[in-house]
């Protein structure tokens, strides 16, 4: 009697496998909902992940967002490595310094007057609490999301996210909401009208959208029209958080504060965290029992958690996010190519589909993401990308470009 199946046995004796053999194995047992990247991944630091073979990829996809910090950053793995040591896990059932710090931090890097935090384990998650609370709060089911916003996957999350591939086969489930336009503050605001809704949920920078932004004169109609509803204003900051636009949040960016904010991706330098920042008057709706979650807050994160926050600051990875922007702007703009969102988030418009573009940029060791629009590139690079790798993006992008063009003629 063996602990382990036979096939288990016989592939942990060949340890060296090519990466084929790799996706082979996990392709075996993984459901089959992911459309991944041929590079099975063992190792990273800073901008740069590497794979079963060796070869080294600069990494401007950020971990899908995550790994603002770069990877691997040496301060939060110590912290994690030294939590573990001491105390890796228990619930909100206790009190625990590492999580107070942890809170403490993010409250005080927050907006004026959002001085509550509640750290759960998703982007959806979060989303899904913010939801929750404005429901109970205001009494009321109807939620306002925007057309082209992700939120997550989760039914609630799932429920204000605009692409019917998501949604299909889950409408049965959901509560009602309607959608706002993007950018269009009028007719948002006629919609919120309408629907006098618990909630508007916005993804502030549309990132599968392509890095849209809009107007701050449309968040500001957006906020006003809350206020005059009574709903409450949620910014889904899962990707613009924790100081990729310049400023901790987008919401300081632009200078319109919402009532909740939701973070996660980097939040936890790599390691899975999310959290809800409320503004005070929110957080007095919420009474003992109402929300929770087991591993929300739990003793690994927060040390992750509270170390990412001190690099962010420490290592003015806001200041640094606007001179990745800048670099990859001046690229761009010597190519004639368009482009937008803000700091370590870019949508390059291409005009042409870029699947191939970013296939080729991969057989040149670069990553890079495409969007729900065909034709946008999206870079979520960590803030701490040199110039000098900006360069060899735009070198190989020009060989792919020049390849892509041969090829066509
Ligand atoms: C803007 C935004 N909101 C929510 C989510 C969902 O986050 P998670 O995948 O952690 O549930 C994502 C994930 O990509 C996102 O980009």
Redesign the pocket.
């Given at each position: 009697m063996t602990l382990f199946s036979d096939h288990y046995t016989s592939m942990m004796q060949h340890e060296t496998k090519s990466a084929t053999e790799w996706m082979a194995f996990e392709d075996q047992t993984q459901l089959g909902t992911y459309n991944k990247w041929p590079i099975p991944l063992v190792k990273a630091a800073g901008a740069m992940v590497e794979d079963v073979e060796g070869n080294q990829y600069l990494d401007l996809y950020g971990g899908h967002?995550v790994a603002f910090l770069g990877h691997n950053h040496p301060e939060v793995v110590k912290a994690i490595k030294a939590q573990a040591d001491d105390l890796l896990f228990y619930s909100n059932a206790v009190y625990a310094p590492v999580r107070a710090r942890a809170s403490a931090r993010l409250a005080r890097l927050a907006p004026e007057g959002m001085n509550t935090v509640f750290f759960v384990n998703?982007?959806?998650?979060a989303?899904e609490v913010a939801m929750k609370i404005a429901r109970k709060a205001t009494g009321r089911a109807h939620v306002v999301g925007v057309e082209g916003d992700?939120?997550?996957?989760t039914m609630g999350?799932l429920s204000t996210t605009w692409a019917k591939k998501y949604r299909d086969g889950y409408e049965k489930a959901f509560g009602p909401v309607s959608f706002a336009p993007f950018g269009d503050a009028d007719a948002a605001v006629q919609v919120i009208r309408d629907a006098s809704p618990a909630a508007v949920i916005v993804?502030p920078i549309q990132?599968?959208g392509g890095m849209r932004t809009a107007d701050r004169s449309y968040f500001e109609a957006l906020r006003l029209a809350c206020d005059e509803t009574g709903a409450m204003l949620i910014f889904?900051e899962?990707?613009t958080g924790v100081g990729r636009t310049g400023s901790f949040s987008y919401a300081q960016t632009i200078g319109v504060i919402p009532h909740m904010i939701t973070m996660?991706k980097s939040l936890g330098g790599g390691v899975p965290v999310?959290a809800l920042i409320l503004n005070d008057e929110v957080a007095a709706t919420v009474g003992p029992g109402e929300q929770g979650t087991t591993f929300g807050g739990g003793m690994l994160a927060m040390a992750a958690v509270d170390a990412a926050l001190r690099v962010v600051e420490e290592e003015k990875l806001s200041e640094r996010a606007l001179l990745v922007w800048d670099a990859l702007a001046e690229g761009c703009n010597e190519r004639g190519l368009r482009y937008q969102g803000a700091g370590c988030l870019m949508g390059i418009d291409f005009g042409q589909p870029v699947a191939p573009i970013v296939a080729g940029l991969r057989g040149h060791h670069i990553l890079t993401g495409g969007s729900a629009n065909p034709n946008i590139m999206r870079l979520m690079p960590p803030a701490v990308v040199t110039r000098e790798q900006v360069d060899q993006f735009f070198t190989a992008l020009d060989a792919v470009l020049q390849q892509l063009e041969e090829v066509d003629a």
């Open positions: 967002c998703s982007g959806a998650e989303n992700f939120h997550g996957r999350s993804e990132s599968m889904d899962v990707q996660a999310s």
